[in-house]
């Protein structure tokens, strides 16, 4: 895919290992897992968000995905937010990887 939009809570962060864990295995992010499977890029968030927020961020950012790259269309929908809900927990946490 050329891009995955993963908008749910924390799906660009690792999950924690127990303190137990001495297992070699490596724990993926959901983004690292889609960029693996060959996903051109993939935007995620970073910690957890709240419905509403991530409602609006995905709203503005598909209108404006439309004309725009997709790293544009991201910083245009959480400037967007950002003027009504200033608080950085709104909006800050949405990241894109890949290139």
Do not use: N
């Not at 693996?36 to 991530?54: E, I, K, Q, Y």
Request: positive net charge; proline residues 3%.
């Amino acid at each position: 895919a050329e891009l995955v939009v993963l908008s749910a809570c924390s799906s660009a962060i690792w999950p924690r290992r127990s303190s137990g864990s001495s297992g070699a295995d490596e724990l993926l992010s959901m983004a690292q897992t889609f960029q693996l499977s060959g996903a051109h890029r993939v935007l995620g968030t970073t910690v957890h968000v709240h419905d509403l927020a991530a409602s609006l961020v995905m709203k503005h950012f598909y209108r404006s995905a439309r004309q725009k790259d997709v790293a544009s269309a991201l910083r245009e929908a959480q400037l967007k937010v950002r003027k009504s809900y200033p608080h950085p927990s709104w909006w800050a946490s949405f990241v894109l990887y890949g290139g």
